[in-house]
């Protein structure tokens, strides 16, 4: 009933469904697709479609903390047109990640990253339509690698999430207005370190890293360094990391 009343007063809405080519990838890759949209019961002029890349930040206020939804990067990819009632059309994409977007696929006990792509239809005095797609981003080889040695260190990668705001480091800083944190643990107790904190800033040719180390007895300490992509080495980034911590 209440569809029929929608559909006689021209109100019912537009169907989108985006369809992903290839919702695993990495960070600064290209992710191609489609979004495919079927008129609603009476012609809609469409302003235009947009893609938004999205994640769930940690925000802290005061003495509390929440999660909230954050658009990272965001695309243009249709102007304005019309769409007639009840037709079925189709508009291909491809458009390149942030070098910094979050890495969800991680072996971890407690993986909090959570990253889609917001489709978004701008229906001109109607309802907007939209669809939400999950995206699996993986550790780049330069990333990965850098887990790895850890891992040769002792360090074993606890939990990660995405905290708001901004990261600086020596010599650079992070850009999407969002940042993500790896836990790293000690498998047993050297050196007087509780845990370590590692952030990634990616960018084209190579990536920096700022680790934030919790100690015992002695506070919060940060360390950080640049890796350049061809000189990715887990044995190599392993000595790099024990005499960075003094283990």
Same mark, same amino acid.
């Given at each position: 009933?209440l569809? /029929?009343?929608?559909?006689s007063?021209?109100?019912?809405?537009?169907?989108?469904?985006t369809r992903?080519?290839n919702?695993?990838l990495? *960070?600064?890759?290209?992710?191609?697709?489609?979004?495919?949209?079927?008129? *609603?019961?009476?012609?809609?002029h %469409?302003?235009?479609i947009?893609?938004?890349l999205?994640?769930?930040?940690? =925000?802290?206020s005061?003495?509390?903390?929440?999660?909230?939804?954050? &658009?990272?990067?965001?695309?243009?990819?249709?102007?304005?047109?019309?769409?007639? *009632?009840?037709q079925?059309?189709?508009f291909?994409?491809?458009?390149?990640?942030p070098?910094?977007?979050?890495l969800?696929?991680? $072996?971890?006990?407690?993986?909090k990253t959570?990253?889609w792509?917001?489709?978004?239809?701008?229906?001109?005095?109607?309802?907007?339509?939209?669809?939400?797609?999950y995206?699996q981003?993986s550790?780049?080889p330069?990333?990965?690698?850098?887990?790895?040695a850890m891992?040769?260190?002792?360090?074993?990668?606890v939990?990660?999430?995405?905290?708001?705001?901004?990261?600086?480091?020596n010599?650079?800083?992070?850009t999407?207005?969002?940042?993500q944190?790896?836990?790293?643990?000690p $498998?047993?107790?050297?050196s007087g %370190?509780?845990?370590?904190?590692v &952030?990634?800033?990616?960018?084209?040719?190579?990536?920096h =890293?700022?680790?934030?180390?919790?100690? /015992?007895?002695r506070?919060?300490?940060? /360390? &950080?360094f640049? %890796?350049?992509?061809?000189?990715?080495?887990?044995a190599?980034? $392993?000595?790099? %990391?024990?005499r960075?911590?003094?283990?």
């Open positions: 009933m569809n /029929k009343l929608m559909s007063l021209g109100l019912q809405g537009i169907q989108v469904d992903l080519h919702s695993q990495q *960070a600064g890759q290209v992710l191609n697709g489609e979004v495919i949209f079927k008129g *609603a019961a009476s012609n809609k %469409i302003n235009g947009y893609l938004k999205m994640t769930s930040a940690e =925000v802290e005061n003495d509390s903390e929440y999660n909230t939804d954050l &658009s990272i990067a965001e695309w243009h990819i249709s102007g304005a047109f019309e769409l007639l *009632a009840n079925t059309h189709s291909p994409f491809s458009i390149q990640l070098f910094e977007t979050p969800t696929d991680l $072996a971890c006990r407690m993986n959570r990253v792509l917001h489709t978004h239809l701008d229906v001109d005095w109607g309802l907007d339509a939209t669809d939400k797609d995206l981003i550790p780049t330069t990333m990965h690698a850098f887990i790895q891992q040769q260190c002792g360090l074993h990668l939990t990660a999430d995405v905290e708001k705001g901004q990261l600086r480091g010599g650079f800083y992070s999407l207005g969002c940042y944190e790896l836990e790293f643990k $498998a047993q107790f050297f %370190i509780n845990e370590v904190e &952030s990634f800033v990616a960018e084209q040719h190579q990536t =890293v700022l680790l934030e180390v919790d100690r /015992k007895f506070g919060d300490g940060f /360390k &950080s640049t %890796i350049p992509h061809q000189h990715a080495n887990p190599v980034l $392993a000595n790099e %990391i024990r960075t911590l003094g283990i």
